[in-house]
Structure formats: C-alpha cells, structure tokens
C-alpha cells in the first residue's frame, strides 16, 4: 500500500528505522548473518587475486577468467533460488545456501596451476551462487515482514552495517 510520509526529521527516520532493526529478532538475525559473512567476503576479495597472480602463478587473462566464473554462480544462484524455494522452501534455503558456501569455499584455496583450476572455478561459482541465493531469500522475507513504511529504512540500517564490513575485512 502506499505510504504516506511522516513529516518526520531524517534523524527521526534514521532512529526509527535502527530501533526496528535491533528491536526484532529477525532483522537482528538477518544483520548479524551479512556483517559476518560481508567481514569474511571482504577478506575473500581482498587476497583472492593475489593468491591467484603470485601463488598459483596466473596470467592477468586466466584470473579474470576465473573471477568472471565465479561472478556468474551469483547470477545463476538468483536464478535457481525460485525453483530450489518451491522445492525446498525459502526458508530453508537461508541457512542451506551459506552452510553450502562454506563446503565451496573450501574448495578456493586447494587451486593451483593445473587441474586443480577447477577445483577455483567450482568453489567461486559455488561460494557466488550462495550468495545470490541467500540474498534473494533475505530480501523477500525482509519484504514481506517489514512494514511498508520502515522498509526502507530497515534496510538501509542494516546495509549500512553489512556493507561496511566489506571494507573491514
């Protein structure tokens, strides 16, 4: 439904929407899920070139490569969550997809400049795939049980505590 504004100073808005936030066990959830897994993203993405270039000794070509593999799993994981929701509810999805990840996660590290390239590509793909999947969960939830006129602000409360760990980690 529409909504119609407050009239209410940012602060105000900016208050309210944090008091949401912390105040639900839900959204608390969803909040401290994204600042631990963005502060472990944010390292991920910090060393994953590194370790590509100089450790598996990788062409500038080859990394980004295997980075524009990794990058579609998230697409192609925001695309198969609608299927894989009807078939194992949303719900499950949220704490399946991550505990996933971690299995393809594992995978990154054991690369080298051989075969073992597959074994990067798979975990990337699978870790980006998690990670479409569970957001495209967490967003839906979050839209059907916030009220309209805090959504906004929900989310931007807890944006601007899950994004800020991508740079922290």
């Not at 990058?71 to 999805?93: E, F, K, P, Y």
Request: hydrophobic residues 50%; glycine residues 18%.
């Amino acid at each position: 439904p529409p909504v119609s504004p407050k009239g209410g100073s940012v602060r105000a808005e900016l208050v309210e929407g944090l008091r949401y936030t912390f105040g639900r066990p839900f959204t608390r959830a969803v909040l401290g899920a994204g600042v631990i897994g963005n502060f472990g993203f944010g390292g991920y993405n910090a060393v994953v070139v590194v370790f590509l270039y100089d450790t598996v000794g990788l062409t500038e070509a080859a990394v980004g490569v295997l980075l524009g593999v990794g990058a579609g799993g998230a697409v192609a994981g925001a695309l198969a969550t609608g299927w894989l929701g009807d078939r194992i509810g949303d719900a499950r999805l949220t704490w399946l997809a991550p505990a996933a990840g971690v299995a393809f996660g594992a995978l990154v590290p054991l690369a080298a400049g051989d075969w073992r390239l597959v074994l990067f590509a798979v975990g990337a793909f699978g870790l980006s795939a998690e990670i479409g999947i569970y957001n495209v969960c967490v967003r839906a939830a979050l839209q059907t049980s916030v009220p309209g006129d805090l959504l906004g602000r929900t989310m931007a409360s807890i944006r601007l505590f899950t994004r800020g760990m991508l740079p922290l980690g």
